[in-house]
């Protein structure tokens, strides 16, 4: 945990097989991360331009493309959860994720037989499934939990999602008698980025709705207080130089929560120091801030329902495009 005092934990938003043998370790024996994340464009990344992977992919000659992706990415998350290990048998989180096919968001049934194969096949305790949050995403989380497996509900941009989330986690620990973990994944930058040209053509205070909307769903989510459930901020990389590189990591301090962010913002925000926590952020503020961006015509609702539908695009394409490198 990098902030014991407020328990923020600080994961590293990628994988790449040259990296686990070498700089992720450096980074967990120097207690500033203590866990990882993987999305499809994130192994789109490093299975098409790291040379690491060729030699394992030349062995797989013969297998369907879905085959060699998932042995790929299974040794890379095996690899991931075995150096992780000592933190999780301490306590101090030590979870890898790894994401189910994204074409199956809208086929729950679907997605709880692959969210189960991958989970047995990867075997590791201090895995976690990282699931859409979809209609179907809910009935899978739910499915997958009440069986005593960790899940990271991922691409959640709105307060509907991360209460349903919240709601199937909390049904879900009903039945199921193990302490299951489970984090729900707020996107932040991508909503400043799409906002952000037309707020300062206005006049209005830039690379703060996403910190608001964020702000305001981990508000909700620790009001639940569903067990062992914490809100995890993704998409916290700043893109161009108008904000500093550690701005997502810093203004999004939280007591019980996590911050998974790529190496070049940890190393940024390690340097600067900041260790006070941020949030809450108090209701007033953040409604006058939307209050501000309506007044301006921007609907914000039809902008959350956007990145969501572009959020699960761009991984649809990242893995459509790693099944077609590999393809024979």
């Known amino acids: ?62 297998k369907s493309a879905k085959e060699i992706y998932e042995a790929v990415a299974i040794y890379d998350i095996q690899k991931a959860a075995d150096i992780l290990m000592p933190l999780h048998v301490k306590g101090d989180d030590g979870y890898v994720s790894i994401e189910v096919d994204p074409f199956l968001c809208d086929d729950a049934e679907a997605t709880i037989a692959e969210g189960k194969r991958l989970y047995a096949q990867i075997n590791r305790r201090n895995v976690m499934i990282k699931v859409p949050a979809t209609p179907a995403g809910y009935i899978a989380m739910e499915a997958l939990v009440s069986e005593g497996i960790a899940v990271n509900a991922t691409l959640v941009f709105s307060k509907h999602q991360a209460i349903s989330c919240a709601k199937a986690f909390d049904k879900a620990l009903l039945t199921c008698k193990a302490d299951v973990d489970t984090v729900i994944s707020v996107f932040v930058s991508r ?67 996590i911050n998974t962010a790529p190496i070049q913002t940890i190393d940024a925000y390690v340097k600067r120091g900041d260790i006070e926590a941020k949030l809450p952020i108090d209701k007033k503020t953040i409604s006058e801030h939307f209050d501000m961006v309506a007044s301006v015509g921007i609907d914000f609702n039809e902008v959350i329902q956007e990145q969501i539908r572009d959020g ?17």
Not at 18 to 36: S, V
């Open 191 to 257: 909503i400043d980025r799409a906002l952000d040209a037309k707020l300062e053509s206005k006049g209005i205070s830039t690379a703060l709705s996403g910190i608001y909307n964020a702000a305001d769903i981990y508000s909700g989510v620790e009001a639940m207080n569903i067990a062992n459930c914490r809100t995890l901020f993704a998409s916290t990389g700043v893109k161009g130089d108008g904000l500093r590189a550690s701005y997502y990591i810093d203004e999004l301090l939280a007591y019980n929560s």
């Open 1 to 62: 945990m990098y902030i014991s005092d407020i328990k923020f934990s600080l994961w590293a938003d990628f994988i790449e097989r040259d990296f686990l043998d070498n700089e992720f370790k450096e980074l967990i024996d120097k207690k500033i991360i203590n866990g990882a994340t993987s999305n499809p464009a994130i192994f789109k990344n490093a299975i098409l331009t790291s040379t690491a992977y060729r030699q394992q992919i030349a062995s797989l000659k013969g």
């Open 312 to 328: 699960l695009d761009a991984f649809k394409v990242a893995f459509k495009e790693i099944l077609e490198a590999l393809k024979d």
